[in-house]
């Protein structure tokens, strides 16, 4: 059975940071593109950050841009989402997802549950 299973969310107050991990079972995803994605109450999915297959090009939305970073571990399957600085509009439930080249992240199969992640004010 392929999962992606996100950890590391939680509740923190404003300025202060989390590190968020998507572990991946059933399946190497090393020839996948990854990607962070959030979902605020009453609002639509939005794209947070990605990552190539190879690690080597990372993608950021505007409000990402600066404080959070995304990283992959191909030894241990992992993808993570260092976030620093956070504000409360980040707070949402957040998604990792993985697809192969040229198909969009909402059509690929592969999306974790999501975690949550609250600031504070």
């Known amino acids: 059975q392929v999962q992606l299973v996100e950890s590391g969310g939680g509740l923190v107050q404003a300025g202060g940071s989390l590190r968020l991990s998507c572990a991946a079972s059933g399946r190497s995803f090393s020839d996948y593109g990854m990607a962070w994605f959030r979902q605020a109450p009453g609002k639509e999915r939005e794209f947070v950050a990605a990552v190539s297959w190879t690690g080597g090009h990372t993608y950021y939305a505007d409000a990402a841009k600066g404080r959070f970073t995304i990283s992959r571990d191909h030894a241990t399957n992992t993808l993570y989402l260092q976030m620093n600085s956070l504000k409360t509009e980040d707070t949402a439930v957040y998604y990792c997802?993985?697809?192969?080249?040229?198909?969009?992240?909402?059509?690929?199969?592969?999306w974790g549950q999501g975690t949550q992640v609250t600031v504070s004010s």
């Open positions: 997802v993985a697809a192969p080249a040229e198909t969009s992240w909402f059509k690929s199969d592969y």
